[in-house]
Every structure is written in structure tokens, then in C-alpha cells.
């Protein structure tokens, strides 16, 4: 059964570091989400792509964080520099063109420390 | 401002007994609502949406708008039941992003 791939499953970095995640969504999926999900938290949507465009970047904070999907297929989350307050888990998700049904990948959980 | 409220952060109730998980929306147009599961070491995933109008082992939820509610409900709880559930919407717009709530962790006691 295909599923969104996610790397890595855990990572930690040090306050000031960069730091990425990668995603990689069901095949034939056009419409790629990012969340991130504070504990105790439900998901907070980051960035919505259609193909490699943004349709939804209102709640990315950009002075630190960028989001691309070049050629349409997989999309790295980048934050630049980390924060301690972005320790969470950050959640990948893919869908069909103008289908509900968000297929959700098994996330990033960042500690920055 | 667009939010969905889970009253009940935990929810524990024993096997065999109805539960009903609340879910209230705030927003202005016409949503698409959405309840989420996540089982223990597994990714979210969808349970059921209001549009399909399904039943999704044993769960159903009915939108109410005039409430602006989306509660679900399962007349008999199992102990396979116990998992995080999230409510959430979008806007209508096909595949929109989703809004979501805080989540409530349901426990079926044996």
C-alpha cells in the first residue's frame, strides 16, 4: 500500500542550527501539505502546494522557515535558524486534486535543545 | 476565527458502552468536516467526512448547523477503539487544508 515517506523519524539541533525534513507523497498526489503539531496540540497547516506552486503559505512564519517542491514531486522543510519553540512534531501530507482525504506521513518529531 | 473545539481532552468509558465524542466549528462559510484517528505508533489517519454520510466501524457523525456540531458516536465501544481522535474542516474548497481541534485521547476500559 503506498504511503508518504518522511525523513528522519527524530531529530534534535541545537538553538541557532538549520535544520530540514523531507517528504515524499503518494505517487499521483498533486496537492502536498506540511503541519506542525505541538504537543498536546492538534496539526497546524504550514504550507499547501499544488505541483510545485504554494496555494497556502499564510501561517508559515518566513522570517525563519521555507518550504519548496521543485519539481512537483517531494518538498523539504527548512528552519533557519531553529528556535526552541519549534520542538514539535512536523507531519507531511499528500492528497488528489480536489479530493478531501489527506493521507498523512508517520512525521518529524524536532527538539531543538 | 476560524477553530474547532474538543471539549474533552480525555474521554474514558468501558467496553460495550455508547460513546460520543464532541466537536463544535467556527467558521463562516460552508465546511467540510473531518474526524481523524490516530491509533497508538501509527500516522493519522482518516476515520470519516460528512459528505460520504458512511459509517466507519460502527462510527458515525452527523453535521449539525445549526449547532455548527459534528459529534461522534458509537453505540457500542471496543477496546480497539482506544486512540487519539481529531475533529477538523476545511472550507469547502476541495482539497483546502484542514483547521484541526486539540484532540480527544479515548479510552475503552475492558
Known amino acids: 500500500e503506498a504511503e508518504v515517506a518522511q525523513s528522519p523519524r527524530y531529530k534534535i539541533t541545537e538553538k541557532s542550527q538549520a535544520v530540514a525534513f523531507w517528504c515524499d507523497p503518494i505517487?499521483?498526489?498533486?496537492?502536498l501539505y506540511w503541519y506542525r503539531q505541538i504537543l498536546g496540540q492538534g496539526p497546524e497547516l504550514l504550507v499547501q502546494f499544488q505541483d510545485e506552486s504554494v496555494v497556502d503559505d499564510s501561517q508559515l512564519p518566513k522570517d525563519r522557515f521555507s518550504a519548496e517542491r521543485l519539481k512537483g514531486v517531494d518538498s523539504t522543510l527548512k528552519i533557519q535558524p531553529a528556535e526552541l519553540g519549534d520542538s514539535a512534531m512536523y507531519l507531511c501530507a499528500s492528497s488528489q486534486p480536489m479530493n478531501t482525504e489527506a493521507f498523512f506521513g508517520q512525521g518529524t518529531r524536532l527538539t531543538v535543545v | 476565527a476560524q477553530r474547532v473545539t474538543q471539549p474533552e481532552k480525555l474521554l474514558s468509558v468501558f467496553k460495550g458502552a455508547p460513546v460520543e465524542l464532541k466537536c463544535n466549528y467556527s467558521?463562516?462559510?460552508?465546511?467540510?468536516l473531518f474526524w481523524y484517528v490516530q491509533y497508538s505508533r501509527q500516522r493519522l489517519q482518516l476515520l470519516l467526512r460528512?459528505?460520504s454520510r458512511e459509517s466507519i466501524k460502527g462510527f458515525t457523525a452527523d453535521l449539525n448547523k445549526g449547532e455548527t456540531s459534528f459529534h461522534l458516536k458509537k453505540p457500542f465501544a471496543q477496546e480497539e477503539d482506544s486512540a487519539m481522535y481529531y475533529c477538523?474542516?476545511?472550507?469547502?474548497?476541495?482539497?483546502?487544508?484542514?483547521?484541526f481541534g486539540k484532540g480527544t485521547h479515548l479510552i475503552i476500559q475492558p
Open positions: 505517487s499521483g498526489h498533486a496537492t
Open positions: 460528512h459528505i
Open positions: 467558521y463562516s462559510g460552508s465546511p467540510e
Open positions: 477538523a474542516f476545511n472550507s469547502g474548497g476541495g482539497a483546502d487544508g484542514l483547521t
